[in-house]
């Protein structure tokens, strides 16, 4: 069965995915790490692939957070990965908002 391409944007950036993708997957297949620890700045790339281990929230430009190994990717989806992005809100302030959700 041939999955269908579909468009996302990462950092403000469009790219590309498969149908049935997870985020975590996408995101990957675009650069090296799913996104910057909020604490030290350290790349991060997921860990267990369960989505136990809290090593793959990533945050859409809205300020949602996003567990990457178990959401999977959606036309038009809007994530962020890194500190400063411009894209509505920069990164940084969609991290620093206190949503604990």
Same mark, same amino acid.
């Given at each position: 069965?041939?999955?269908?391409?579909? &468009?996302?944007?990462?950092?403000?950036? +469009?790219? %590309?995915? #498969?149908?049935?993708?997870?985020? #975590?997957?996408?995101? #990957?297949?675009?650069?090296? $790490?799913?996104?910057?620890? +909020?604490?030290?700045?350290?790349?991060?790339? @997921?860990?267990?692939?369960? @989505?136990?281990?809290?090593?793959?929230?990533?945050?859409? +430009?809205?300020?949602? &957070? #996003?567990?990457?190994?178990?959401?999977?990717?959606?036309? %038009?989806? $809007?994530?962020?990965?890194?500190?400063?992005? +411009?894209? @509505?809100?920069?990164?940084?302030?969609?991290?620093?908002?206190?949503?604990?959700?």
């Amino acid at each position: 069965m041939q999955r269908e391409p579909l &468009r996302f944007f990462l950092d403000g950036r +469009e790219v %590309g995915a #498969l149908q049935g993708d997870t985020l #975590l997957t996408a995101v #990957l297949m675009q650069q090296r $790490r799913v996104r910057d620890s +909020e604490f030290s700045g350290a790349p991060r790339a @997921g860990f267990c692939l369960i @989505g136990a281990c809290q090593d793959c929230w990533m945050r859409s +430009e809205d300020g949602k &957070r #996003l567990r990457a190994c178990s959401t999977l990717v959606t036309e %038009g989806m $809007r994530v962020v990965s890194r500190f400063g992005v +411009e894209a @509505g809100n920069s990164a940084a302030s969609v991290l620093d908002n206190g949503d604990a959700s």
